[in-house]
């Protein structure tokens, strides 16, 4: 197969999607790797380390669009990319569907199969525990006085006390948040739903955090005296209420730095989307650090991070075939999101009330045993295709 990485394209992402290390195991199966001039660099990986690698290296994306039958990303398809979709071609990249319509319209017009990489991740994102780690470091830095917050050091100085951090939600991005924050000596309560997680975050730190079920009368009362929230719910995008309020923000002390890692329009009421280079901004006093690809901050751990995790799929995908490789990796199934002009990702069905069909049922693999999965979220769409029913 005709395998192509491509250069990141959005405003402030400079990651890889694999690294001269993946090349060579890709090359060493058989398969043709190309990949965009430059793509790597940013990172830290130089063209000259891709072709000792064995990968042919091309001028422009626009080479490895028309070239090859899959082609990998770490960001959504851009709208100057939507016209370079070929019929057929399989693309891996963290689509995020659900919330991007227009995307979706085009991966559906252009007949591609489109993966979301997201959803694809047996043992959670490596991006999930680099935004968790890095956006509770940003945190602490938009908490520093140059930079509008209140000044407070995480840890403390004599005679003065470290900060107060609120980390709401215990997933894979949360417990990096929690982690990064306890090592620097902060004061951490956590926030989530379920006793079990918080439990297990306890015995970890040897009782050494605090814990509470996440409520709104909760989240309320603790983040008054909260120097730092950091947000890593996945706020359902159909949601109508918030979970952090415009009132429970104007309840924070000024100075005071909320970090949303998840990036959600509607968890948040303050919360608009921010980039690299204007990464804050001030409302009702509190400072707001909304990034949306926190993981490009740290490049070069990110893609060696993020390419390790990912090469099991493109090696199923290049060495088994695309059905074959679903068939075995329940994950890799799941993640499956349009395929030949069909939509097959339930939360973008259910978030976007259009119809969709199933994996299994569209590659034809009804009646085989396969390797189960958990859903990604809790949405649920019973609108199938009718020729699907």
């Avoid at 000792?52 to 709208?79: L, M, Q, R």
């Avoid at 299994?360 to 009646?367: M, Q």
């Amino acid at each position: 197969m005709i395998f192509g990485i491509l250069k990141e394209i959005k405003n402030g992402e400079y990651r890889v999607t694999a690294t001269p290390a993946e090349v060579e195991v890709l090359v060493g199966d058989g398969h043709e790797v190309h990949i965009t001039k430059n793509a790597g660099y940013m990172a830290g990986f130089d063209d000259e380390e891709y072709a000792a690698a064995g990968a042919i290296i091309e001028e422009s994306n626009e080479d490895i669009w028309a070239k090859c039958d899959f082609v990998a990303k770490v960001k959504e398809i851009e709208p100057s990319e939507y016209d370079l979709l070929r019929e057929g071609q399989i693309i891996f990249c963290c689509v995020h569907p659900a919330g991007h319509r227009e995307e979706v319209d085009k991966l559906l017009e252009k007949k591609v199969i489109a993966i979301t990489a997201e959803d694809s991740h047996r043992y959670g994102s490596p991006n999930c525990e680099a935004a968790g780690k890095a956006g509770a470091f940003m945190g602490l830095w938009s908490m520093m006085t140059i930079n509008g917050g209140s000044g407070k050091f995480v840890s403390g100085l004599a005679g003065a006390p470290g900060i107060k951090a609120l980390v709401c939600g215990a997933g894979t991005v949360g417990k990096a948040a929690v982690e990064t924050l306890v090592n620097m000596g902060a004061w951490v309560t956590v926030a989530d739903v379920s006793i079990g997680i918080l439990r297990d975050l306890q015995q970890k730190y040897d009782g050494k955090i605090n814990t509470i079920m996440s409520n709104r009368a909760n989240l309320a009362a603790e983040i008054k005296n909260t120097d730092l929230v950091i947000n890593s719910v996945r706020w359902p995008k159909d949601a109508k209420d918030y979970m952090i309020d415009r009132e429970m923000v104007r309840s924070m002390r000024r100075g005071s730095v909320i970090v949303d890692i998840s990036n959600d329009y509607g968890c948040i009421e303050t919360f608009h989307e921010t980039t690299h280079e204007n990464p804050t901004y001030i409302e009702e006093g509190v400072v707001h650090y909304c990034v949306a690809n926190i993981p490009g901050a740290i490049a070069g751990s990110t893609s060696k991070s993020l390419a390790a995790g990912v090469l099991g799929h493109f090696r199923n995908i290049m060495n088994l075939g695309l059905k074959e490789a679903m068939a075995r990796d329940g994950y890799l199934r799941r993640s499956l999101t349009c395929y030949k002009g069909y939509l097959t990702h339930q939360e973008t069905s259910a978030i976007q009330n259009r119809p969709w069909v199933k994996p299994e049922v569209i590659l034809g693999l009804e009646g085989r045993e396969l390797d189960p999965a958990p859903q990604p979220t809790v949405s649920v769409s019973n609108n199938f295709y009718p020729e699907f029913l």
